[in-house]
């Protein structure tokens, strides 16, 4: 056993919380909003701007990773629809 007696260890999960500009329960839109937010400030202020810590959050907790490969991809490629400069 790794813990020792009385000692338990503890697990905090976190989401994204509401968004007014998304109502609805498909947060599809949400989560292409965030990634392309996040890559758009880190190239404005750099990875250790902590509102892009945020955006960063939101999209890893409301894309499924599916989207997140084919995005990267698009990206490396030079194919991704949107200018994140």
């Not at 292409?32 to 880190?42: E, P, S, V």
């Not at 404005?44 to 892009?52: H, I, K, L, S, V």
Request: net charge negative.
């Amino acid at each position: 056993m790794s813990e020792t007696e009385g000692e338990q260890q503890t697990l905090v999960l976190k989401t994204v919380g509401f968004d007014a500009r998304f109502p609805n329960t498909n947060q599809t839109k949400h989560c292409w909003q965030n990634y392309i937010d996040y890559y758009k400030c880190i190239n404005a202020r750099g990875e250790d701007f902590p509102p892009c810590k945020q955006f960063f959050s939101a999209f890893h907790s409301l894309c499924p990773n599916d989207y997140i490969e084919k995005w990267d991809n698009q990206r490396e490629m030079g194919t991704f629809p949107v200018k994140l400069t």
